[in-house]
C-alpha cells in the first residue's frame, strides 16, 4: 500500500492508494474508533457496482442514496439527507463513509461538516478525477440555483481511500477524461511526471495507473498542505480550469466530460503563457502532444463573447480580478492578472 500524507498538524490525515484495498476497508476502519457508528452515503449507480463488493468484505453501516448526478448537490438534497440522519438516530459518534465521485464527495463532505457542527468523514473515491483531485483538500458543498457550489466548507477528511481497480469497472471514456488532471499535475509541478506520462500514455493498455494516480495525489497533497484555503498557491490546481469551466457551462454540463473541457482549457492556457513569453514554444507543444494522446474530440465552436462571459463569473475571479493560472516554464505554474480578454479570446483559435 503506498501512502501519501496531507500535512495540516493536528488535522493531517493520510490517502492510502492499492489495488484491493476495498476488501481490506471494514479491517481498516475497525481499527479506528470502535464506537464510531458508520453512515455510507452513495449513489444507486455506485452501490450497484460495489455494494456486493463493500458487503461481501463485511462493510455494514446505515446507507444513505443519492439523487444520481449533479441533482445529489441540489441544496434540498443535502437537507434530506441530515432528516435522514436524524431519523436513524445519528449523532456526533456517527462517521461518514463517502463513497462515490465528485458529486458524492462534496456533498456527503458538507453533511459532515455540517452535521451537529461536523463529525467525521471517510473519503472512498470512485472515479479517477475524484481519486485525484476531488476527494483530497477538503473542499465540500452544495448547489443553488443561482450557481454551483455556492455553499460550502473546507472540512478535511480524516482519511481517503483509493482502490484503483474500482476504475476498472468504469467505461474507458471516464477514466480517460480523468487523465486530464493527472496531466495537469504533471504540468503544473513535476515536469519528469509529465515526461513519464506521455510515453505511459503510448501505451493505454499498459498504463500504470496506480503510480500516476499516487504522484497526482502527493502533488495535490503538497499544495494544499502549503494552502488549504486557496489564499494562493493552491489556485494553481484550477490550471485549464477557467476556460474549461467556461467550455462545460457554453455547452452544457453534461454535453462534454470534465476532463475534456479541461484539456480545452489547458491547451488554451498553455498557448496564452506562451504568447505571454513564459513557456518555451517546444514545451507548450509537448504538452499539447502529451493531451492529444487522450484522443479527445476537437472543440466545437465556440461563441467568444459566451465564453469571456462565463471566464469573469467564474470563482477564480475575486474583487473582479481574473486570476488566471500560466505555466512560467514546464512543471511550474502561476497565477497572472495580466491575461487580456483579447488573449483568452485568440487562444481559443488553437482547439479548432
Ligand atoms: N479542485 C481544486 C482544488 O481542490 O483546489
Redesign the pocket.
Known sequence: MKTVTVELDERSYPIHVSKGLLEKLPEILAQQNGTRSWVIISQSSIMELLGSRLKAAGLHGHEIIVSEGERAKDFDEYRRVISQMMKMGCDRSSTILAVGGGVVGDLAGFVAATFMRGIDCFQIPTTLLAMV??A??G?TGVNLPEGKNLVGVFHQPESVFIDPTILESLPREEVVSGLAEVVKYGAIRDRDFLAWLSSELDDLDAFDLESAITRSCAI?AEV?SKDEK?RGL?RI??FGHTIGHAVEAHLGYGNIRHGEAVAHGMNCASWISEQMGLLPAADRQFLSDTIAKLSFLPSPTLDPSTILNYVHTDKKTEGGVLNFVVLDGLGNATTSTQVSDKLIVESLATLS
Open positions: 483531485d476531488s483530497i483538500g473542499k495535490k494544499v486557496e493552491r490546481l484550477n
